[in-house]
T-cell receptor, first 115, second 115 residues
Framework: DQQVKQNSPSLSVQEGRISILNCDYT??????FLWYKKYPAEGPTFLIS?????DKNEDGRFTVFLNKSAKHLSLHIVPSQPGDSAVYFC??????????????FGTGTQLKVEL | DADVTQTPRNRITKTGKRIMLECSQT?????MYWYRQDPGLGLRLIYY???????NKGEISDGYSVSRQAQAKFSLSLESAIPNQTALYFC??????????????FGPGTRLTVL
């Protein structure tokens, strides 16, 4: 049962244009959503997050939008740069019994930014 | 620079062998996690530990065990490796954050192949 889904395994965008990566979730108890970026032979690195009580969070070229009613979030990268080429994972944070939280990851989207 | 390291980075072994993957961190974080990544499945949580005396199963703990030798060290063992444990394994760390949200920092990964 995949609680966090990224339905596009890959996305190709031209340099300077907007990249939009999408993520859907099923569990309404998730309280934070995060995007991680992963380069080959490296571990995922945190990119940006959004609380479930917000609908938008912006950090430089990166903006995450959350639509709770649709259980959908998206990551916008504007303008896209060749160095943005990586796998992007959507993750959702849910509370654990006894404290702390657990991340549930999507399957990832490979973004390729072409010159 | 404070970091999360994993050893070995690559390992090829045979079915039935015992394997230990090690994770060390210099971030001073209390919480440590083990994930595996499989193509098309994203990252899935195997075990997590919130301090030296706390060990918890994740969503796919069968066939694995862990040891938290110190705050900075968290090892993952495969007692009798099988081919479907071939995957990319990541260690991650975190500290308690605002409310129940915490950013997780990942190591570079260990690529394990079981023949």
């Amino acid at each position: 049962d995949q609680q966090v889904k990224q339905n596009s395994p890959s996305l190709s965008v031209q340099e300077g244009r907007i990249s939009i990566l999408n993520c859907d979730y099923t569990n309404s108890m998730f309280d934070y959503f995060l995007w991680y970026k992963k380069y080959p032979a490296e571990g995922p690195t945190f990119l940006i997050s959004i609380s479930s009580i917000k609908d938008k969070n912006e950090d430089g070229r990166f903006t995450v939008f959350l639509n709770k009613s649709a259980k959908h979030l998206s990551l916008h990268i504007v303008p896209s740069q060749p160095g943005d080429s990586a796998v992007y994972f959507c993750a959702a944070s849910g509370r654990l019994t006894g404290g702390g939280n657990k991340l549930t990851f999507g399957t990832g989207t490979q973004l390729k930014v072409e010159l | 620079d404070a970091d999360v390291t994993q050893t070995p980075r690559n390992r090829i072994t045979k079915t039935g062998k015992r394997i230990m993957l090690e994770c060390s961190q210099t971030k001073g974080h209390d919480r440590m996690y083990w994930y595996r990544q499989d193509p098309g499945l994203g990252l899935r949580l195997i075990y997590y530990s919130f301090d030296v005396k706390d060990i918890n199963k994740g969503e796919i703990s069968d066939g694995y065990s862990v040891s938290r030798q110190a705050q900075a060290k968290f090892s993952l063992s495969l007692e009798s490796a099988i081919p479907n444990q071939t995957a990319l394994y990541f260690c991650a760390t975190s500290k308690p954050g605002q409310g129940y949200y915490n950013e997780q920092f990942f190591g570079p990964g260990t690529r394990l192949t079981v023949l």
